[in-house]
Structure formats: structure tokens, C-alpha cells
């Protein structure tokens, strides 16, 4: 996931990278210091914050800019200045945040477009002659079989995709999958229980959980509890 922070302050800027990395260090986080340097990055961003009051090119106008640029990243501004929250809505803002900024308010806001994000990020495959696009957050998890790969999902449906498992596994969020075992890759969502080295997933199947990847999955199964708490949404 790539985030933009956007605000002509660098200690304000700086708030607000110390508290996403805090949240998720695995965030790719840039900083920009005028809207000007935003409009010229070719990054598309999943998610901006972005301060309404700076000089020269303003928040509302950035934000035009990148919405003509076809840029369709979540937008969250920042500003003192609540009455602009009207003009917002004309380049499809998702949040807008009051200065002086509570860190708990900022949570909150990155947490419900990352929820949304997850809920419309699809992956597109080629199974049987066709092109499929697979809703992300229903995929429970991949299989490794010679040279292709089964894709597991929520409903029970199963995708014979003829790419490596590495290949497919590079198009899903880190921070939502796990490598277990050199033929598997699990939706951490997905996740019941680990018993005597396997894990079981929602639909009852065990899968192998190999030792040398053991620390390093409980470690990313309890970073992604912490993420999302006790009531993961599935």
C-alpha cells in the first residue's frame, strides 16, 4: 500500500509518518512538501493526506489535479478551516480531518480506507481460456502444483491459474497473506487455528506449516491481530 503525506509543515508531516508506521511498519510512506511536487510524482497513491492551507498550489487545488490526472486515490485533507469541507465533496474526498490533529482521529480514518481499499482490491487471472478478476479479500489460499497454481476461495470455488505461486503471491498485500510452506500461501484472515505444525483454515483444511517459517508466521499472525483486532471482518 503507498501513501502520500502531503503538507507544506515537516513536523505536522513528520506526526503523521511516526503514527502510520506505528500502526503498520510495513506502509510505504512518502513525504511531499507542496502540492506541486504531489502533481509531478507518477506514483499512484492508494491513499493522501493532504493539508488544504499551503502556498502556491493549494490542497483543493492538488486534489482537482489529480483527480483530472485520473488519480483515484483515497484523499484525506487536513485543515483548521472546517467551512471548506463543502468543496471537498467536488473531487470525491473520503475523510477530512480538523487541525490540530488527534492521532486517534487519524487511526481511525486510515483504518476505514484501508478497510475499504481491501473490499474493492480484485485480482485479475487467466484460468481456462478466461480472464477472471477475483475479489482480494475472498481468496483464503493458494496451492502450488508444478508449474501453476490453485486459488482457493471463500465460496469453495477453485482456480487453476498456470503462473508460479511466487507470481501470483507478488499481486496480494503482504500484510493479509502469509507463505506457510513452499507450496502454500493462506489469507491470514482466513486463519482458525495452528495445531501440531499445521494450520487450519476456515473451511477445515490443514496446511503444512514448515519450521523455518514458523516464528516469522506467528509473528505476521499476531501483527495482523493487532492491526485488526478480535473482530477480524470476514
Do not use: W
Amino acid at each position: 500500500m503507498k501513501i502520500a503525506i502531503c503538507d507544506d509543515d515537516k513536523i505536522f508531516r513528520q506526526q503523521i509518518y511516526k503514527c502510520l508506521k506505528n500502526y503498520n511498519s510495513k506502509l510505504e510512506l512518502t513525504e511531499y512538501s507542496s502540492g506541486a511536487a504531489l502533481c509531478s510524482s507518477d506514483v499512484d497513491y492508494d491513499i493522501i493526506f493532504l493539508d488544504i492551507e499551503m502556498p502556491d498550489l493549494n490542497g483543493m487545488e492538488t486534489a482537482q489535479k489529480l483527480r483530472s490526472a485520473g488519480r483515484n486515490g483515497y484523499i484525506i485533507f487536513l485543515t483548521a478551516h472546517t467551512e471548506m469541507i463543502y468543496q471537498a465533496f467536488h473531487v470525491k474526498a473520503f475523510r477530512f480531518l480538523r487541525k490540530p490533529l488527534k492521532m486517534s482521529e487519524l487511526r481511525e480514518a486510515f483504518s476505514a480506507a484501508e478497510a475499504e481499499l481491501a473490499e474493492n482490491q480484485v485480482l485479475v487471472i487467466k484460468t481456462g481460456g478466461d480472464v477472471l478478476r477475483l475479489r482480494i479479500r475472498e481468496v483464503m489460499y493458494l496451492e502450488a502444483y508444478g508449474d501453476g497454481t490453485y486459488i482457493y476461495n471463500v465460496q469453495g470455488d477453485v482456480y487453476d491459474v498456470h503462473e508460479s505461486l511466487k507470481a501470483v503471491a507478488e499481486r496480494l498485500p503482504c500484510t493479509d497473506f502469509f507463505r506457510i510452506h513452499k507450496s502454500y500461501f493462506i489469507g491470514l484472515r482466513y486463519v482458525r487455528a495452528v495445531s501440531n505444525g499445521n494450520v487450519i483454515m476456515d473451511n477445515q483444511k490443514e496446511l503444512p506449516l514448515s519450521r523455518r517459517n514458523t516464528a516469522a508466521f506467528k509473528t505476521a499472525y499476531l501483527e495482523y491481530v493487532r492491526m485488526y483486532g478480535g473482530g477480524i471482518s470476514k
